[in-house]
């Protein structure tokens, strides 16, 4: 009873995650050679990463976690994509994702539950409106066939979907510290932004989203614990079935 993750650089790891889930983890690093499984039997959770989806080039690593994605979800794995690892979902089952037209979205930022999320096997707790750590310039632009909608947002609208019994992606940072997003806000101010940009050059100041982060700390924990907890007891149900 295992969760495997995929962590696709050392500054996206796990974070609130690895003491939330109450499963042991199995992180693979394939950007220091570790081999990305055929299979994840107990449960998957792929993290987020600066590549795009479709910069394979960059990440050789990513048809191989489309692929353990795709087959995760066929044969109703416990899957979790975060942001990178949202969009890789996205893609390995037919949606489509792209550089977005809004620009970057960072910080601690409104999501909106839409009527599905209320009765979600994980996010019926988090309320009609909750704030979430985003990180991101590329969108999920198209959903894969029978996906289920649950998140929404005023700069990008899909925030958070599910697709069929036990896969879920989210474009937010449910794992993300405080320290985790001020180790990429330092990345950013120094030209290598996660968005694509460097934060100034979008009008934002990292100190600034820092204080945010920090002043949001209790309340991304009171949102997103329950429902990394929630994912967990479903890896162990699923496992025991």
Same mark, same amino acid.
């Given at each position: ?20 889930l ?25 993290l ?27 044969e ?9 690892g ?21 910080? $601690?930022?409104?999501?909106? %539950?839409?009527?599905? *999320? /209320?009765? =979600?096997? #994980? ?6 409106? !909750? ?29 958070g ?10 474009q ?33 100041? $990292?100190?600034?989203?820092? %204080?945010?982060?920090? *002043? /949001?700390? =209790?309340? #991304? ?6 429902? !990394? ?13």
């Amino acid at each position: 009873m295992r969760i495997t993750v995929i962590e696709h650089e050392a500054e996206a790891g796990l974070g609130y995650l690895a003491e939330w889930l109450g499963v042991p983890c199995d992180v693979v690093r394939p950007y220091l050679g570790q081999e990305v499984p055929e299979r994840a039997d107990g449960g998957l959770i792929v993290l987020g990463g600066a590549a795009a989806a479709w910069e394979d080039e960059r990440s050789p690593w990513q048809p191989a976690t489309r692929d353990l994605l795709r087959r995760s979800v066929e044969e109703g794995t416990p899957t979790l994509g975060i942001c990178l690892g949202a969009q890789l979902l996205t893609m390995a089952c037919g949606g489509t994702v792209e550089r977005g037209s809004a620009g970057l979205e960072v910080g $601690a930022c409104e999501v909106i %539950a839409l009527r599905a *999320a /209320a009765s =979600d096997r #994980l996010f019926s707790g988090v309320g009609e409106r !909750a704030v979430a750590v985003q990180y991101h310039q590329d969108a999920m632009t198209r959903l894969p066939d029978g996906a289920v909608p649950l998140f929404t947002g005023d700069r990008y609208p899909n925030q958070g979907y599910r697709l069929g019994e036990a896969a879920w992606a989210v474009q937010f940072h449910p794992e993300a510290t405080p320290e985790i997003f001020a180790a990429w806000t330092a990345q950013s101010a120094q030209g290598d932004s996660s968005g694509g940009d460097a934060l100034s050059a979008q009008g934002y100041r $990292a100190e600034d989203l820092n %204080a945010e982060m920090k *002043a /949001a700390e =209790d309340h #991304l924990v009171a949102t997103w614990r329950p429902v !990394a907890e929630a994912f967990g007891n479903l890896v162990k149900n699923h496992r025991a079935g």
